[in-house]
T-cell receptor, first 115, second 115 residues
Framework: AQKVTQAQTEISVVEKEDVTLDCVYETRDTTYYLFWYKQPPSGELVFLIRRNSFDEQNEISGRYSWNFQKSTSSFNFTITASQVVDSAVYFCALSEAYNNRKLIWGLGTSLAVNP | ETGVTQTPRHLVMGMTNKKSLKCEQHLGHNAMYWYKQSAKKPLELMFVYSLEERVENNSVPSRFSPECPNSSHLFLHLHTLQPEDSALYLC??????????????FGQGTRLTVV
């Protein structure tokens, strides 16, 4: 069965701290896609990254970085030097190649960055 | 500013009312989606339209009726809802077909309360 687990329900940090959001996934498919989305208080889900299963290179975009490890079925997201504007709910999601319209979502991690 | 606009942002309706949610995308995408977001549950994909044809209906009760008159507009018609239908309803769009799941762009959602 396909599943995405975000074990951390809520995280609270102080500004400028680094924080890592965990994502563990399950799938039987060999080709799949992983996503991270951010949902700020305004409600819309904002796309952050898409990674396919054949590309295990880590990615860095400004203060954001992603660590994809197929050996542990994890796709973790790190925010370096967090800021108050990073406060949001972050969702990890999985899409399989055979049904690429359907995203399987985690329950999300609520991140609060305090000044 | 999002390329996907949803109206209304908030809606309170009685169980015998009929109302409609509207979604408009300005991104030139050819696929549109309705999602339901409830507390402590993963996002639920309700309907998918591709090139104005409904291609997925994930066992959604008939009291929810989608309509896609053109590739830029998507409606969700509601009638005789139940209190458990109270949730955030999110519309999204994406470009397809593609080699894999392309990222979806989301609206800010309609917060629906059924009383």
């Amino acid at each position: 069965a396909q599943k995405v687990t975000q074990a951390q329900t809520e995280i609270s940090v102080v500004e400028k701290e680094d924080v890592t959001l965990d994502c563990v996934y399950e799938t039987r498919d060999t080709t799949y896609y992983l996503f991270w989305y951010k949902q700020p208080p305004s409600g819309e889900l904002v796309f952050l990254i898409r990674r396919n299963s054949f590309d295990e290179q880590n990615e860095i975009s400004g203060r954001y970085s992603w660590n994809f490890q197929k050996s542990t079925s994890s796709f973790n997201f790190t925010i370096t030097a967090s800021q108050v504007v990073d406060s949001a709910v972050y969702f990890c999601a999985l899409s399989e190649a055979y049904n690429n319209r359907k995203l399987i979502w985690g329950l999300g991690t609520s991140l609060a960055v305090n000044p | 500013e999002t390329g996907v606009t949803q109206t209304p942002r908030h809606l309170v309706m009685g169980m015998t009312n009929k109302k409609s949610l509207k979604c408009e995308q300005h991104l030139g995408h050819n696929a549109m989606y309705w999602y339901k977001q409830s507390a402590k549950k993963p996002l639920e994909l309700m309907f998918v339209y591709s090139l104005e044809e409904r291609v997925e209906n994930n066992s959604v009760p008939s009291r929810f009726s989608p309509e896609c008159p053109n590739s830029s507009h998507l409606f969700l018609h509601l009638h005789t809802l139940q209190p458990e239908d109270s949730a955030l309803y999110l519309c999204a769009s994406s470009q397809e077909p593609g080699p894999g799941q392309t990222e979806a762009f989301f609206g800010q959602g309609t917060r629906l309360t059924v009383v």
